[in-house]
């Protein structure tokens, strides 16, 4: 079992990974939280699976708790399943010394953790991310949100965790489409923070893919541990620092809006996202043209989608729609840049003649 920790003073926590972590979430949890009432919120897909698993160990343990089922898809982040959630707290009675037990991927997780983070002012959260997305990522460093129709993550907050458990051997019924879209996660520390480990991931490639325990492990523990570093750097993404995790979602997350969250899984926005993010960085700061290559290359090989064909609306739209991204400055789109693999920087003003241009580099 591996443990990563995430220091943010009085916010510290662990994030465990490894098999077998469900059936011991209950004693783990009862390290961290003090009351003994808990809702476990999950989607229709993870529940009937593992939910079970969660409740007995958590029951085990001494806590009561009351399930929350919600439909699985991108379409569950949003105002209405918020609402949802929030009357069956208050339906279950919890108080503030409850704590909110998200058990899925990055949707559940998101979702579960904003609604700890309003309820009551806020109450405590756990994450048992089901997901790779989840657990390389969003179960790590506490931003939570719900999407608008308008835009992606528009409504949200920070609120860390009390602790994150990655159980490795949730990933076994894991679809390969999510599988892949977990790995453009992955693949993105590697470019924006450790050559090294882009190395580590072009070799590993196949045996990846092939879900191998061993590498699994260890491309989870090392994106957690890249993670943690800059959340422990910038926890409010004030200084920059966390930007950089953005590195590939101004095009990506524009993708996903004009898709109305259906059409790609994140991870695909993401992955043709940071295709044309290294495209930009060989234009505006001076990437070598065969680092962008290697990335281009290494989302082929990992099956995920690097092309896009855009029809002139959806050119127009996704403008529109990246003009909302959040790290934008005085209605200017600026972009995570990497000047090689390895390093990363941000706030990067791009005019929409060079969005256009790069756009036009994505047909197939
Ligand atoms: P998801 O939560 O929709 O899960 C993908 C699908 O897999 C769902 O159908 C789910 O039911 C199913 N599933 C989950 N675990 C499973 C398992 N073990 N076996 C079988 N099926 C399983 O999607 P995701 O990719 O995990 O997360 C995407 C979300 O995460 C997006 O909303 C994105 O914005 C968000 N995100 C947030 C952060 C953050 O920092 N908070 C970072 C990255 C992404
Ligand atoms: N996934 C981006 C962040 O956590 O900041």
């Known amino acids: 079992m591996k443990k990563v920790q995430v220091s943010l003073g009085e916010r510290s926590y662990n994030i465990w990974i490894g098999p077998g972590l469900l059936s011991q979430a209950g004693q783990k949890i009862a390290k961290v939280v003090d009351g003994r009432k808990c809702a476990l919120i999950t989607d229709d897909k993870v529940g009937p699976v593992y939910a079970e698993e969660v409740s007995k160990s958590l029951k085990a343990a001494g806590f009561d708790v009351a399930l929350i089922e919600l439909p699985s898809g991108e379409k569950t982040k949003s105002l209405k399943w918020l609402g949802h959630c929030y009357d069956q707290l208050a339906q279950a009675r919890l108080d503030r010394k409850s704590f909110l037990v998200a058990l899925g991927g990055g949707v559940v997780g998101d979702l579960a953790g904003f609604v700890a983070a309003s309820y ?17 990522d969003s179960s790590v460093g506490g931003k939570v949100g719900i999407n608008l129709k308008s835009g992606k993550n ?132 001076d990437m070598p043209q065969e680092h962008a290559l290697r990335i281009y290359k290494l989302f082929q090989s ?63």
Not at 245 to 250: I, R, S
Not at 307 to 329: F, G, P
């Open 120 to 136: 009551l002012r806020g109450i405590d959260c756990i994450q048992i991310p089901t997901t790779l997305l989840a657990q390389v």
């Open 302 to 364: 990992m099956e995920l989608p690097v092309e896009w064909n855009a029809s002139r609306s959806q050119e127009s739209k996704i403008l529109k729609a990246m003009q909302l991204d959040k790290k934008n400055v005085s209605g200017e789109i600026r972009f995570v840049l990497s000047s090689c693999i390895g390093r990363a920087s941000s706030g990067h003003p791009v005019s929409e003649a060079t969005i256009l241009n790069v756009i036009e580099t994505l047909r197939s």
């Open 154 to 285: 528009l409504v949200g907050a920070f609120h860390q965790p009390k602790t994150v458990l990655c159980d490795t051997d949730t990933l076994k019924t894991l679809p390969d489409r999510e599988l892949r879209a977990g790995l453009a996660e992955v693949i993105k520390y590697g470019i924006i923070w450790d050559a090294r480990f882009f190395s580590w991931i072009e070799k590993n490639t196949e045996l990846l893919l092939k879900k191998d325990e061993k590498a699994l492990t260890r491309a989870i523990g090392r994106s957690c541990a890249i993670k943690s570093e800059v959340v422990a750097e910038d926890e409010k993404e004030t200084t920059g620092a966390r930007a950089l995790l953005n590195f590939g979602h101004t095009l990506g997350h524009g993708l996903e809006a004009i898709s109305g969250y259906g059409q790609y899984l994140h991870g695909e926005a993401i992955s043709i996202g940071q295709v044309a993010a290294a495209r930009l960085s060989v234009q505006l700061v």
